[in-house]
């Protein structure tokens, strides 16, 4: 299912075909494979150092075990989102919850079931049923009510490798005030991407963002306040120093671009579509990136 | 088929449950039913990622299966404190097992298409090949180990990100294993005359 992803550099590429290959014809990496509470435990943090590392070891010569865990990945990234709205039905730390509460929970989850299931058989002999629907939609009126979930982002907003960091060469003259401010401000800097470049990326954004609000003169330092709380799983709060950021000569157009992505991980794809067009309609590094998404429609 | 064929098991089920509980709806429910609902479409997107291009045909099915299996999950419970946390749990055993029959469904559809058997080529073509992937073979072998870890992960298309996220490793770090082990391994190559 996980296949090498092609380069563009034949060296490379051929390579991983030969990995792949090689991988094929030995046996079975050492150990057998992860077993379901493994990668539960690893989703949730829970594996020791030793436990991680055989976990790797095996899943980076596992094709199938490769597979997993990128899928887990997904659905790890992807639960931050559902567990913000998650409910709260269970007792506060350090309470016990009353036994009628949790039957109660788990009357109601129980009647969920049938309305889930119900809904799902009745919606699935529905020929009336419009394309793109929700295959499963409830027939509780309470459900049908709920707040609209954030769609899920599409495939070209999926957040690769984090942008490196540039800035203008003539940044130290763009500081303007004192020699003094000059060297606060860049000590500043220097103390926040540090941890971006080490993919810690909430700390990144934590010691960026009085920066970011101190010098609005310096739209690259709102770019990678932007960009750190995009990484660490914060889209919304991404947005506004990501359009602050599209006046810089040196990151504007990535600046745009990450808009786009955290707007469309936000949940506004209606505003993420008017920005990759945007970027699609001018010349730009993103241009052919920009237009392919926003003509996929994935 | 195969959803067809879980919803008349589930059929059963419900009715059995129906017969007990329906009086016992609560506030909690549409939540709950909607993070459920919203887990089913997530690891339907994650099989498809993970899975490419080929399970795409499928994905309805997908989320239809994870959905009903974990309500299932949940049905087997007695109590949940933690509705949160447990369906997350739930939701990464549903994506162990999804990618497994993806897999093996996969797997079974190739051995069933004819003309799957492979092409033999031509013996000096195999033996040259033959050679690459023996002298590949042991140039990773004699990387440091994180370092092979890091080219075996390269190679095989994890992005740093992947990488990072399954080895706990910083991004500076990912980024240099991955760059010093491709670096080691071309000289290994190159000094064994594979270019």
């Known amino acids: ?298 | 088929m195969l959803a067809l064929s879980i919803q008349e098991r589930s059929m059963g089920e419900a009715r059995s449950l129906a017969a007990g509980n329906a009086s016992g709806v609560r506030s909690d429910e549409a939540a709950v039913q909607e993070i459920v609902r919203r887990y089913g479409r997530l690891i339907r997107h994650a099989i498809r990622r993970a899975g490419g291009p080929e399970v795409t045909t499928l994905a309805d099915d997908i989320e239809q299966t994870v959905i009903v299996n974990l309500w299932r999950q949940m049905a087997r419970e007695q109590t949940i404190d933690h509705p949160a946390s447990y369906i997350y749990r739930a939701a990464i055993r549903e994506t162990v097992r999804a990618v497994r029959r993806e897999r093996e469904r996969a797997e079974a559809a190739a051995d069933a298409t004819p003309g799957a058997v492979a092409h033999s080529a031509d013996p000096e073509a195999m033996a040259v090949a033959r050679q690459r992937r023996e002298a590949l073979a042991a140039a990773i072998a004699a990387l440091a180990p994180d370092r092979a870890r890091a080219v075996r992960a390269h190679l095989g298309g994890w992005s740093a990100q992947e990488i990072m996220e399954l080895t706990g490793w910083s991004y500076q770090r990912t980024r240099n294993l991955v760059a010093r082990g491709m670096a080691d391994l071309r000289s290994a190559l190159v000094a064994k005359g594979v270019r």
């Open chain 1, 1 to 298: 299912m996980s296949r090498p992803r092609e380069t563009g550099d034949p060296w490379r590429d051929s390579l991983a075909a030969d990995l792949k290959a090689l991988d094929r014809e030995s046996s079975p990496p050492a150990g057998a494979h992860p077993d379901e509470d493994a990668w539960v435990r690893y989703a949730c943090g829970e594996l020791t150092a030793d436990e991680r590392e055989r976990l790797a070891n095996h899943a980076l010569a596992c094709d199938e075990c490769a597979a997993i865990a990128r899928a887990v990945g997904h659905v790890r990234e992807g639960a931050e989102a559902i567990d913000a709205g998650a409910p709260r039905t269970s007792a506060a730390p350090g309470t016990s919850a009353a036994p009628e509460r949790r039957m109660a929970v788990w009357l109601a989850l129980a009647a969920a079931l049938v309305i889930a299931v119900s809904g799902a058989i009745l919606l699935r002999r529905s020929p009336q049923a419009e394309p793109g629907a929700d295959r499963i939609v409830s027939t509780n009126p309470s459900a049908q009510t709920a707040r609209p979930a954030r769609p899920e982002p599409r495939v070209w907003a999926r957040l690769g490798d984090p942008p490196e960091v540039r800035l203008p060469a003539s940044l130290a003259l763009a500081v303007r005030g004192t020699d003094k401010d000059r060297d606060e401000a860049l000590e500043a800097f220097g103390a926040g991407i540090t941890p971006y470049r080490e993919g810690r990326f909430r700390e990144a954004a934590d010691r960026l963002a009085p920066l970011a609000a101190r010098r609005p003169d310096i739209p690259e330092f709102a770019y990678y306040l932007g960009v750190a709380r995009l990484f660490a799983g914060d889209p919304s709060a991404a947005i506004e120093p990501l359009r602050q950021a599209r006046v810089s000569a040196t990151v504007g157009d990535d600046a745009r671009w990450h808009e786009a992505t955290a707007l469309e991980r936000a949940g506004r794809r209606e505003e993420a579509d008017a920005l990759l067009k945007s970027l699609c309609a001018s010349a730009n590094s993103y241009q052919s990136r920009a237009c392919a998404a926003a003509g996929s429609g994935s």
